[in-house]
């Protein structure tokens, strides 16, 4: 995002508008990652595979780069020095970590939990008619 950001900016016929795309950029990525989340709360285990992937996706990379873009563009959002825009450089490889990390929470999110078991009844003996003692016959026979 950086080096997108700073080619943009060297088209300054109205000035200022490269920093206000900034902030509507991450706007929208914050947009986006709120909207897919109510969605994955309330689809959870409804939809299809493919929806649920979809909003994963979309989630995942708009929460990625809502978190990550903020911080590699410092100056421009937290009004730090612009030498602090060098170190925060490594933080370009970090989009595509942070971007699975999220998806990969938005899928877990969204899975279904499969519904519990039954437990197993007791067979009683003295109902069925059957004797006890024909039970333990049978497992002395193994």
Not at 5 to 15: C, D, E, I, N, Q
Request: hydrophobic residues 55%; glycine residues 8%; positive net charge.
């Amino acid at each position: 995002m950086m080096f997108l950001f700073a080619y943009l900016g060297s088209f300054s016929s109205p000035p200022g508008w490269p920093i206000r795309l900034m902030h509507l950029t991450e706007a929208a990525f914050v947009a986006a990652a709120f909207v897919c989340f109510v969605l994955a709360v309330n689809w959870k285990g409804t939809r299809s595979h493919a929806k649920r992937d979809a909003v994963a996706a979309i989630g995942g990379i708009a929460t990625g780069f809502g978190a990550i873009m903020p911080l590699e563009l410092a100056p421009f959002f937290f009004g730090a020095r612009g030498e602090i825009m060098l170190g925060t450089a490594p933080l370009i490889l970090v989009y595509p970590l942070a971007a699975a990390l999220f998806i990969f929470a938005f899928l877990k999110l969204m899975s279904a939990k499969p519904p519990p078991l039954p437990q197993p009844t007791p067979i009683n003996a003295g109902r069925s008619g059957a004797r006890s003692d024909s039970l333990r016959a049978r497992d002395d026979w193994r």
